[in-house]
């Protein structure tokens, strides 16, 4: 107890700068400088962070809901009047590829038009942050899609035409299944052994087998094992007590990713996180964590960069706050740990996902 | 997004920036709508590799680009010869090395590399490698390429004790090398297997049906080469302590493949006309086949969890239909079946006794050495020693000090406790920012031990009072234990898995900060509960006590609840089985 009264003085002296943190976010939803050009391809999921990021910061009332949701609806591949695309469909990352602007169906057929499968995940989250009942998304066709992505070996694409495959996709695809309370869309047991696969001698997951253990795949493991439910069936006692071990050693003050690598202000969710869902989050020093992330704040544009002293960017901004949000900064929304939203969203989610059990229940009854 | 330094710069240098991302704009725009127009055409000729290529080079994360830039050098090799097709990819590799050398970390371009130097007709595998040596030389942690190299020599069949000079050569250069020791784990077991175990007697010999559970890195090491990897490790951890590489190698060469899965206990009582199982490892009863048979009948029981909140759990329970075993005069046989992981437990109800049971105790399973291998004795003695003498150069170096406590659990929990407990001590004052989880790992050795002890004894009483204890663990342990005493500790709830002390007739609990009594669910033997200066606040806290049958006595004295009007009358209204009330 006198532990908990010292670090809330602490928690005192190192301020929080909110307001500066929501600006940042409004202007990465406005324009982007050009040094982000190359993600131009991705900027889903950057959107995906402003949103999350002002949810976490209870500030979503900035955002004009309606004019994003719409945009995000305009990223969906959707299926063509003779459905011969079914196994692209999903969401794109933006108008990059010069498809007309669409939010409705019928898809257009074009050879190189196909979703993402983080972008199928980045933009469902938005849907849900933005209150969206997800009524406009064709769920059999993202289904379809994703089904079309997954290896033999397990693993996932990230497009239909061909990418590398790793544990990053097996995680994007769960948490689609998971939102879409329809786990048709992958083969799980193939999904199980390939993370399987992935752990490493020294009890951290890797990309894919024989790959080195590092904090990103380690989370992408251990959370889709969470959403999947089948934490405890597919690692034993033993193992998953070696997996926490290695996890708690990232910290150094702030966490890092892999061993003797700098720490970097996102692996305080990464490996935050995964501590959480195997219950010893309650183990590391909060003090020092948050003063490392706080040490990556920037005082001027708002938003937090990996190190001290470098810009900012929307990614780490937003981890940053999820690991603030994790220690249990006062200002900031609790967040899911396994699906990476708040879980403001998430009770929204589950309020949805009732609605269409219940309706799929008095459908029934009518038959 | 990587880490970007921050410049200054003044307003003309801004300005002219400015200009030229508007030119670097348009010439973008124009090159894409380009390409896109001759994709749309089917055209794949020279002058749509060159618009890719301007795109990629500045963007080398536009994956639809590389899919179209394969396609036509797919279209290419369909209407070249073989020369020129060589000529067209090694073109490609030198373009891959430009957009690798701008951003050695692209995802893209290093999927590209791989696509290509699998399609080349005439590779050069050695330029690979040397490319891949110049790429670690600038950044020895870079993933991409380490993943590269491994394809490369998969690819080319470079043998693995040529890779395992390479590692030596890294390790040997720089000790703190990570990602080489990482390799050196995946290379080691692929060239000195360690010859597999002899089956166990348990075990059945396994039908068709799906595997279990793929191992993941079980592939362990023969024990000629582990020896010699322990002088390498060792040789790294002297000449710098602090780096954690060698240490979590080191631990790994320590380690042990998992134990066998199996039924470690199966209990049953007459009086209750219930049967009791514990596996190893948690489990759903329904979907891995959990199946009883009595006197040579399978029977038809329904297996549930010992609380509704645990679907997963190691401990399952069934009743058995009234009358089948309750006359004493009768020996009956039971046999409970694994069927997933083909194995099962026998179990013999003797005449004349209430109940019976057969396990495998914690201490015939080392369970708590699982750690560490089954290395002979002296092997673990004399890395013990090693690790000793460090640590008297190296008095406050936590991994020196968490490897011996591990090397001490592996040799004698019981024996080493008191060099345990003194260098876990050192450890939360070393490595400070971890105290609390050292404090939980050390509260579960203390509880390890304590049920060593009690099977030492041959006693069915679990006692650890005054340990500190703020949570409790290996309760699926504890499924014959008749008396638990775990007064004067920080525990704030019996939790659900609580419930798996089937036998319980005796809880004290004295002394803590408990709130919460989930865990005391449908005990059938339960008789007395001491809960004396807790902190159970409500009525409503109480109800899971309505559940076990036998309450007699309740010791509430300096909780909360106490203080509540009428709590007599609400007690005896809620817990009519109980005598003895002490409020």
């Known amino acids: 107890m006198a532990e908990e009264e010292s670090q809330s003085e602490e928690f005192e002296q190192i301020d929080f700068l909110r307001d500066r943190h929501v600006r940042f976010f409004q202007r990465t939803l406005q324009v982007l400088p050009e040094r982000y050009a190359s993600l131009e391809t991705t900027r889903l999921t950057i959107i995906f962070f402003a949103l999350s990021g002002l949810d976490v910061l209870d500030a979503l009332d900035v955002v004009d809901r309606n004019v994003m949701i719409e945009w995000i609806y305009s990223l969906q591949v959707l299926p063509t009047e003779e459905q011969s695309n079914l196994s692209r469909c999903g969401f794109r990352g933006s108008s990059h590829i010069g498809i007309p602007y669409s939010t409705k169906g019928p898809g257009v057929l074009h050879p190189y038009d196909s979703g993402h499968v983080a972008m199928t995940y980045t933009g469902l989250c938005s849907l849900l942050i933005l209150g969206d009942d997800l009524s406009r998304v064709n769920k059999q066709a993202c289904l379809a899609g994703l089904r079309a992505l997954q290896l033999e070996d397990g693993s996932f694409y990230a497009v239909p035409e061909g990418s590398e495959n790793d544990i990053r996709f097996i995680y994007c695809a769960a948490s689609i299944c998971y939102m879409l309370d329809d786990w048709s869309g992958m083969d799980i047991q193939k999904a199980i052994e390939y993370i399987r696969g992935s752990l490493s001698y020294d009890s951290g997951f890797g990309q894919g087998a024989g790959r080195e253990s590092h904090g990103g795949w380690t989370y992408c493991a251990i959370a889709s094992l969470c959403l999947m439910g089948r934490l405890e069936e597919a690692l034993s006692r033993q193992e998953l007590d070696r997996i926490r071990r290695w996890c708690i050693m990232r910290q150094q003050t702030g966490f890092h990713g892999r061993p003797n690598k700098p720490v970097d202000t996102c692996y305080s969710f990464w490996v935050g996180a995964t501590l959480e869902l195997l219950d010893v989050f309650q183990y590391t020093n909060f003090d020092k964590n948050r003063s490392f992330i706080l040490s990556t704040q920037d005082r001027l544009v708002g938003g937090f960069s990996k190190w001290p002293d470098s810009h900012p960017d929307p990614l780490h901004a937003y981890l940053g706050l999820c690991g603030l949000s994790l220690i249990g900064e006062p200002s900031l929304r609790k967040v899911h740990a396994a699906l990476n939203i708040t879980q403001r969203a998430f009770q929204h989610l589950q309020q949805l996902q009732q609605t269409w059990r219940d309706s799929t229940v008095s459908c029934s009854r009518q038959h | ?583």
């Not at chain 2, 618009?51 to 536009?62: A, E, I, K, V």
């Not at chain 2, 014959?480 to 004290?508: G, Y």
């Open chain 2, 1 to 583: 997004q990587h880490g970007r330094v921050k410049i200054k710069s003044t307003a003309q240098q801004e300005e002219e920036k400015r200009k030229e991302r508007e030119k670097k704009l348009k010439v973008y725009v124009a090159a894409r709508d380009a390409c896109f127009s001759k994709r749309k055409e089917g055209i794949m000729d020279d002058e749509a590799l060159q618009l890719t290529q301007q795109l990629l080079s500045s963007n080398p994360d536009f994956a639809t680009l590389w899919n179209y830039r394969r396609e036509i050098l797919m279209h290419m090799e369909t209407v070249k010869d073989e020369d020129q097709v060589q000529k067209i990819y090694e073109t490609e590799l030198s373009f891959l090395e430009s957009c690798l050398k701008v951003n050695p970390k692209s995802y893209g371009s290093w999927h590209q590399r791989g696509w290509v130097s699998a399609r080349l007709p005439r590779p050069d595998w050695a330029r690979e490698l040397s490319l891949c040596d110049r790429c670690l030389s600038l950044d020895d942690r870079n993933f991409h390429c380490w993943d590269y190299r491994r394809m490369v020599v998969k690819m080319s069949g470079v043998p693995v004790d040529q890779e395992l000079g390479f590692t030596d050569r890294l390790i040997g250069s720089n000790f703190s090398n990570y990602s080489s020791w990482h390799y050196r784990s995946t290379l080691l077991p692929l060239l000195h297997p360690e010859s597999p175990e002899p089956p166990s007697p348990s075990r059945e010999p396994p039908r068709s049906s799906p595997p279990p559970s793929p191992p993941t890195q079980s592939h362990r090491v023969c024990e000629e080469q582990l020896l010699k990897e322990y002088e390498l490790v060792q040789n790294a951890f002297f000449t710098d302590p602090n780096d954690q590489s060698a240490w979590f190698y080191y631990r790994w060469l320590l380690g042990r493949a998992e134990r066998e899965e199996m039924i470690s206990c199966v209990y049953v009582s007459r009086e209750v006309e219930r049967v009791a199982v514990a596996c190893s490892r948690p489990v759903n009863a329904q979907s891995v086949g959990l199946l009883l048979v009595l006197d040579g009948q399978p029977q038809r029981v329904e297996w549930r969890s010992v609380h509704p909140q645990l679907k997963h759990s190691p401990v399952w329970i069934c009743d058995l239909p009234p009358g089948t075993i309750s006359d004493v005069v009768n020996e009956h046989n039971l046999t409970v079946h694994w069927t997933e992981k083909h194995t099962h437990r026998d179990c013999a109800l003797y005449t004349g006794r209430s109940e019976s049971w057969c396990r495998d105790s914690a201490t015939d399973q080392e369970l708590f050495r699982s750690e560490l291998s089954v290395e002979k004795t002296s092997v673990l003695q004399s890395e013990l020693q090693s690790c000793n003498q460090l640590q008297e150069l190296e008095p406050l170096n936590k991994w020196c000090l968490l490897t011996i406590i591990l090397l001490m659990r592996a040799l004698d929990p019981l024996g080493y406790e008191k060099e345990t407990l003194a260098h876990f001590r050192t450890l939360k004052e070393v490595d400070s920012m971890r105290s609390a989880y050292y404090s939980d790992l050390c509260s579960r050795f203390m509880i390890e031990n304590t049920i060593l002890k009690m099977e030492y004894a041959e006693v069915r009483v679990f006692s650890i009072s005054d340990k500190n204890l703020t949570t409790l663990c290996h309760l699926d342990q504890l499924l014959l234990v008749t008396h638990i005493n775990v007064s004067c500790n920080q525990l704030q709830q019996l939790p659900p898995h609580f419930a798996m002390l089937q036998c319980l007739e005796v809880l004290e609990a004295d002394n803590n900060s408990i709130e919460d009594l989930e865990g005391l669910h449908h005990l059938p033997k339960l008789e007395e509960v001491l809960l004396k200066n807790n902190k159970i606040s409500t009525l409503a806290d109480l109800q899971p006590l309505a559940s076990c049958p036998k309450l007699k006595r309740l010791d509430l004295r300096g909780n909360p609840v106490a203080g509540t009007a009428n709590l007599e009358v609400e007690l005896a209204q809620l817990l009519p089985s109980v005598m003895h009330l002490l409020l």
